[in-house]
């Protein structure tokens, strides 16, 4: 639904990735389930659900939230830089990757697309 950028968030001087809707012309239904998405997010607070810290105003022609940064970049990408993980680093990533779901579907959300690319990873995982 979005494009993700790498940015500095200036009023907090802190990097962050900013997703924004893909299409310039993006119908008002799109623009609202972005929005929900944004919101939706930010309603769960949990140590393994990035946080959102900022979404863009109403009406904005460039629809974005600024989001917590993974520096340590998706499992999918850090499985095929490091080829598998060890049984006792899976069983503790499947663990904290189950908290955050559950997390998520405490505040009635369900993910809908979980894999390996849509995992992230903080610097020093695995």
Do not use: W
Not at 11 to 17: C, E, F, G, H
Not at 46 to 54: D, I, K, L, S, T
Not at 71 to 89: C, V
């Amino acid at each position: 639904m979005g494009v993700v950028y790498l940015a500095r968030h200036v009023p907090l001087n802190r990097i962050v990735a900013l997703k924004m809707l893909l299409a310039a012309h993006a119908t008002a239904g799109e623009v609202v389930r972005f929005r929900d998405e944004a919101a939706s997010v930010a309603a769960v607070k949990h140590a393994n659900v990035v946080q959102v810290y900022e979404l863009s105003p109403e009406g904005c022609p460039r629809p974005y939230f600024a989001m917590e940064y993974a520096a340590g970049g998706s499992l999918a990408n850090f499985l095929k830089a490091n080829g598998r993980l060890s049984p006792r680093t899976a069983a503790e990533l499947v663990a904290a990757i189950a908290d955050g779901l559950q997390a998520a579907h405490d505040a009635g959300l369900v993910h809908r697309d979980v894999k390996p690319a849509n995992v992230l990873l903080a610097v020093g995982s695995g």
